[in-house]
């Protein structure tokens, strides 16, 4: 068994966090599972956040995903593929 998971970290949410929407609305057939965590609520928001994904399709759609995202300034991207061997 094999998933693949994308970890994005934005820095500047205010600035960057549309922007990164944009990207994963057009490749959201990708996209099995999302989580999205950052600290605050209401008035004491905080500016960063974490997106945790499950992602299904090829290694070549998962990575030029991966590219997309990572373009922007303040945002990082890391695909992790793990692996179960039977």
Known sequence: MKKSILLILIGNRKDSAVKVQQILTGWGCLIKTRLGIHDG??????????????????????????????????VTAKLVNLEVEK
């Open 41 to 74: 609520v209401l008035d004491d928001c905080s500016d960063q956040g974490i997106l945790i994904l499950e992602l299904v399709g090829s290694d070549e759609q998962k990575d030029e995903m991966t590219r997309k995202v990572s373009v922007f300034p303040g």
